[in-house]
Structures are given as C-alpha cells and as structure tokens.
T-cell receptor, first 114, second 111 residues
Framework: DSGVTQTPKHLITATGQRVTLRCSPR?????VYWYQQSLDQGLQFLIQ???????AKGNILERFSAQQFPDLHSELNLSSLELGDSALYFC?????????????FGPGTRLLVL | GDSVTQMEGPVTLSEEAFLTINCTYT??????LFWYVQYPGEGLQLLLK?????DKGSNKGFEATYRKETTSFHLEKGSVQVSDSAVYFC??????????FGKGTKLSVKP
C-alpha cells in the first residue's frame, strides 16, 4: 500500500458527460501528479500540483482540468467525454515535487466512456 | 525529445530463469532513473531507483545499474519466480518533475 488513495475505483459514463476523479496523497506529501494510462499512448503525464499551485503541465487536454485543495487532496475533472478518454487514471504524490524525487502511485481509477 | 525505450514484450520465462529487461533513455543531463512494477489490476509500485551514474538500485532480488556512457538502466534478476509476473516500466525524472515512462514490458513466469 503506497498510502495514496483514489476514488472511485471504476467509473462508467457516457460520451459528453463530466466526471471528477479524486486523489488523496501520502501523509506529508505536498506534490500531486496525474497520469493517464491507455493502451495506445502508454503512461502520459497530465499535470502536477504543489501545495495548491499548478507547477507543471503535460499532455492534458483543454477539456480536462485539475486542482489541489488546502488539505492537499486533488481532483481531476474530465468534461465533454469522448470514447478515447477511456483509460486508467493514476494519481501519484511526492514529498516536495523536486526533480528526480520518488513518486508513489495510487491504485488508479478506471474510466470507461460508452 | 526526451524518451525511454525498453524492450518489447511479452517476455515468457520458466521459473528460476535469468531475467534481463533492457532500457535506454534519451535526456539532457543526468536524471534519476526508476523501475516501476504493475501487478495485474493494481497501480504502479516503485521497484528500485538510482540517482547518479554508476549507482546500483536493488530490491527483492532485482538490480539495475545507472550507465551514463550507454544511457542505459537494464533490469536484471538472477532467478525469477511465478510471483514476478507483472508489467515492468522503466522511467526517468523529466525536467518538469514528472516521470517519463517506457511502454512497459510484460513478464510471464511459468512454473
């Protein structure tokens, strides 16, 4: 158990809908990362937050957004969902968000868009 | 651009066989290097890491050495077990603080 929790574990929704994925980092970690894992793209970095502020952006679509709250939990919002958004979404956390720091991953949220 | 290349699987071995999974990277500077493992239906777990040239990371019988001259970080284990069946990901720490992953290598170990 990494100490990172994600809810829900599974999510089934329809095209055009909006969903929210939630992540709680390990106790004491200030930085949260979101990744998308799909069969064709592999593991792709989406976005990073550090202590409530956005720190880095990767291949995140404009339909997707995230935030980190004062209690350090984070939410990833996916809107206007398309079939191609079906994937496993991972949250990871690290202590200080520094380069090369170990990231600890949650169990993931499996999203299926029908 | 920055990338990680790891050998394509699936790799199928018999129990107690020797394992090597090759990994090379393209990056500026000397990033930290990682191997993560994903068991069926689970998230990624850190297997081992190395932070500078010639460092050897090791855990649970797995080893990998940071080779600056060949920009490689090959994963090895002397004697695999059925319980090692999983997908293995090589990764390095990118300049944004994110991890850049290879495509993963699926390992199946038969009894």
């Amino acid at each position: 158990d990494s100490g990172v929790t994600q809810t829900p574990k599974h999510l089934i929704t329809a095209t055009g809908q909006r969903v929210t994925l939630r992540c709680s980092p390990r106790s004491g970690d200030l930085s949260v990362y979101w990744y998308q894992q799909s069969l064709d793209q592999g593991l792709q970095f989406l976005i990073q937050y550090y202590n409530g502020e956005e720190r880095a952006k990767g291949n995140i679509l404009e339909r997707f957004s995230a935030q980190q709250f004062p209690d350090l939990h984070s939410e990833l919002n996916l809107s206007s969902l398309e079939l191609g958004d079906s994937a496993l979404y991972f949250c990871a956390s690290s202590a200080g968000g520094r380069l090369g720091e170990t990231q600890y991953f949650g169990p993931g949220t499996r999203l299926l868009v029908l | 651009g920055d990338s990680v290349t790891q050998m394509e699987g699936p790799v199928t071995l018999s129990e107690e066989a020797f394992l090597t999974i090759n990994c090379t990277y393209t990056a500026t500077g000397y990033p930290s290097l990682f191997w993560y493992v994903q068991y069926p239906g689970e998230g990624l777990q850190l297997l081992l890491k190395a932070t500078k040239a010639d460092d050897k990371g090791s855990n649970k019988g797995f080893e990998a050495t940071y080779r600056k001259e060949t920009t490689s970080f090959h994963l090895e284990k002397g004697s695999v077990q059925v319980s090692d069946s999983a997908v293995y990901f090589c990764a390095y720490g990118g300049s944004q603080g994110n991890l850049i992953f290879g495509k993963g290598t699926k390992l199946s170990v038969k009894p």
